[in-house]
């Protein structure tokens, strides 16, 4: 007997797209299954004002594959120096649905991020007042904070206190590892969500580092212990409102991930729905796969959910790709150390 489901198409609520030759060739792969997706501007230079997020979003619809039904929902990188009235102004434009918050030296390209949090108190409050979200990227980056704690000790340092200090503000905790990430977000109230990736439902710290370190599985925040994973999957499967998918598929080229000091980012857009409906099919949750892809995060964005449908069909083995070949050099797509059952059709 075939199984299908019928979805809605997903949305990403947190993609990088890159630019330049990147974009033009890792584009089509979020194009093909995403209706929308959350672009993170972690460029170089970032994208920091209403005006770089409106020729950035022009960027991506040129490098769009003809007839593709895909729409950017653009954030703005938060520094020091963003001015309240900018971000109202890009909120205001429509282009705009987030701004995104990263510790200076958290992770890929972020030195133009936030060393001290009462300069953005200012910015943080006109969002709680237009109602606009805060993505965070929640890993501390003092250097005595093991990287494996760097997200427990962020919400505890850093998350909680700009929450009670900034009431009303809506928050997406990005990309959780931790069963302290899912806890957090289950004691919060509908003020704060979080995006769970794909790799991190099929991975631990063990993948990346047992028999070999293997590259294309370092992403940041790193993945930790099994235990944590379970945490991730319990809650990308609870249907929950609080938690949507965020892929994060960071394309970086091969040379920079298989190196002596290799990139962080794992890239999941080609294959993440077939890895989906296999980890909720042995969650048994395929039910609850639309909440977590299509449904939650709109609903958190305060999107109508996507009208046009997508149908996965589980059958034989379905090859995927194990590079895409981008301008900008090859690109790793996630191996999830299973064969895909599950195809894609519209
Ligand atoms: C991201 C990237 O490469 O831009 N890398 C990653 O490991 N996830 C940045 C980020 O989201 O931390
Ligand atoms: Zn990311």
Redesign the pocket.
């Known amino acids: 007997m075939t199984q299908s489901l019928h979805l809605r198409r997903p949305d990403d609520m947190h993609l ?1 797209l890159r630019d330049g030759a990147m974009l033009q060739g890792i584009l089509p792969e979020s194009a093909r299954h995403f209706a929308r997706a959350i672009i ?1 501007p ?1 460029l170089v230079p970032p994208v920091v004002t209403a005006r770089d997020a409106a020729a950035y979003h022009d960027r991506i619809l040129a490098a769009l594959p003809e007839g593709a039904d895909f729409q950017p929902l653009m954030t703005l990188y938060l520094t020091e120096e963003t001015d309240p009235a900018d971000v109202a102004a890009a909120q205001a434009s429509g282009l705009v649905k987030a701004v995104k918050l990263y510790p200076a030296g958290a ?3 972020s030195n133009s991020g936030v060393r001290d949090f009462d300069k953005v108190r200012a910015v943080l409050e006109e969002m709680a007042e237009i109602g606009l979200p805060l993505c965070v ?1 929640g890993e501390v980056t003092d250097p005595a904070i093991d990287i494996f704690d760097r997200e427990a000790v962020f919400i505890d340092r850093v998350l909680d206190p700009i929450r009670r200090a900034t009431p009303g503000l809506r928050v997406v905790m ?2 959780i590892t931790t069963t302290e990430g899912v806890a957090y977000v289950r004691s919060a109230g509908g003020d704060l969500g979080a995006t769970i990736t794909t790799h991190h439902l099929v991975i631990n710290r063990n993948h990346m580092l047992v028999g070999g370190i293997r590259p294309h599985y370092y ?2 925040p790193v993945a930790k212990r099994e235990r944590h994973r379970l945490a991730l999957r319990d809650a990308a499967t609870s249907g929950e409102a609080g938690f949507f998918l965020g892929t ?1 598929s ?1 394309p ?1 080229p091969d040379p920079l991930k298989e190196n002596a000091c290799g ?4 890239f999941t857009a080609t294959n993440t729905m077939p890895i989906l409906a296999h980890v909720f099919e042995e969650e048994k949750a395929l039910d609850r796969l639309e909440a977590f892809t299509s449904l939650n995060g709109a609903g958190f964005y305060r999107l109508p959910p996507s009208e046009t449908r997508l149908t996965l069909t589980k059958g034989a083995p379905v090859p995927c790709p194990a590079k895409i070949d981008t301008g900008a050099g090859p690109v790793t797509v996630f191996d999830p150390g299973f064969a895909l059952c599950w195809s894609v059709s519209h």
């Open positions: 990088h993170m972690n992770t890929t390209n990227h990005e990309h992403c940041l994060d960071a970086h990139c962080a980012g794992c």
